[in-house]
Antibody, heavy 120, light 112 residues
Framework: QVQLVQSGAEVKKPGSSVKVSCKASEGGFTTQAITWVRQAPGQGLEWMGGIIPIFGTANYAQKFQGRVTITADTSTTTAFMELSSLRADDTAIYYC?????????????WGHGTLVTVSS | DIVMTQSPDSLAVSLGERATIKCKSSQSLLYASNNRNNLAWYQHKPGQPPKLLIYWASTRESGVPARFAGSGSGTEFTLTINSLQAEDVALYYCQQYFNTPPTFGGGTKVEI
């Protein structure tokens, strides 16, 4: 099973941006999408968007359109999620996860999560 | 977006007893091309990422104990944990992958 290793915790000011990385182990970039899911304190899981790394095509949840950019670097098998115009309610744990089967968001491999704290 | 509704929000079960979690979707999750339901279940423990338990509504992921069972079709689904163990204390989420965006239920907390 692919291993996903995420970057470390971040503390950001309101209005700034954060970029979280997710490195996949050898062979981790295929036609299976890498997706980003977040969990705010006391809240449930929320899908933000995803990318098929070898094609570079991303799609996003309507809620985050215009604020989130998901990219992938196939040379380093690393996916990125950048969230801009940060607000206090963006404080959350951000997870990357990979589809078990291309085209179906069955999330079988997960990163350990990256805590992003937005505070002035 | 498809709305996923779980019940109950929490439940307390004795060790060795059965836990039953319900999940309803706002539209059918039955995928016509393969006659399977696009529904997954995850277990989420504090400090860990979610873990896939069940997909296609009833297929156990590799390595998941047989006491976890998924059932249901269309818009109503159930996760059953038979003979609850101490390590099963966690939040459980259902998730549909029939449509984009994939959406999760609100979660059910299982306690001893």
């Amino acid at each position: 099973q692919v291993q996903l290793v995420q970057s470390g915790a971040e503390v950001k000011k309101p209005g700034s941006s954060v970029k979280v990385s997710c490195k996949a182990s050898e062979g981790g970039f295929t036609t299976q999408a890498i997706t980003w899911v977040r969990q705010a304190p006391g809240q449930g899981l929320e899908w933000m968007g995803g990318i098929i790394p070898i094609f570079g095509t991303a799609n996003y949840a309507q809620k985050f359109q215009g604020r989130v950019t998901i990219t992938a670097d196939t040379s380093t098998t690393t996916a990125f999620m950048e969230l801009s115009s940060l607000r206090a309610d963006d404080t959350a744990i951000y997870y990357c996860a990979r589809e078990r089967q291309a085209g179906f968001a069955i999330l079988s491999s997960w990163g350990h999560g990256t805590l992003v704290t937005v505070s002035s | 977006d498809i709305v996923m509704t779980q019940s109950p929000d929490s439940l307390a079960v004795s060790l060795g007893e059965r836990a039953t979690i319900k999940c309803k979707s706002s539209q059918s999750l039955l995928y016509a091309s393969n006659n399977r339901n696009n529904l997954a279940w995850y277990q989420h423990k504090p400090g860990q990422p979610p873990k896939l338990l069940i997909y296609w509504a009833s297929t156990r992921e590799s390595g998941v104990p047989a006491r976890f069972a998924g059932s249901g079709s269309g818009t109503e689904f159930t996760l059953t944990i038979n003979s609850l163990q101490a390590e099963d204390v966690a939040l459980y989420y259902c998730q549909q992958y029939f449509n984009t965006p994939p959406t999760f239920g609100g979660g059910t907390k299982v306690e001893i």
